[in-house]
């Protein structure tokens, strides 16, 4: 069964960065297409980004493009989120996500990914 654990989110000033790390544990990394999604308070769980299983192309929430860049080390088995120009309704807890091995397409559906990790809290203060 595979295990995801996120780490990396802290408290940031608006303006500042953070970098999201997420382990797959007792699973083959490679296998599997990956995505971050993150759940802001008073909102529904979003879509952020994902990454195949190759690597070859991504896909962002249009709203986050410009700022957020995702990426995969299939050596370590570890997924990333890079988040520059942090802003206060960045705020909330990230989710690292995995869909089955070997999916089609890159999905961007909450119902596309059936392993999740326990997520991290990011706070971006203004």
């Known amino acids: 069964q595979e295990r995801l654990v996120e780490s990396g989110g802290g408290s940031v000033q608006a303006g500042g960065s953070l970098r999201l790390s997420c382990i797959m544990f007792?699973?083959?990394?490679?296998?599997?297409?990956m995505g971050w999604f993150r759940q802001t308070p008073g909102a529904e769980r979003e879509f952020v980004a994902a990454i195949p299983w190759t690597g070859e192309s991504t896909q962002y929430a249009d709203s986050l493009k410009d700022r957020f860049t995702i990426s995969r080390d299939n050596t370590k088995n570890a997924l990333y989120l890079q988040m520059n120009h942090l802003k206060p309704e960045d705020t909330g807890v990230y989710y690292c996500a995995a869909t089955n091995p070997y999916a089609r397409g890159l999905p961007s559906r909450r119902n596309d990914f059936p392993y999740w990790g326990q997520g991290t809290q990011v706070t971006v203060s203004s």
């Open positions: 007792d699973g083959k990394f490679s296998a599997h297409t």
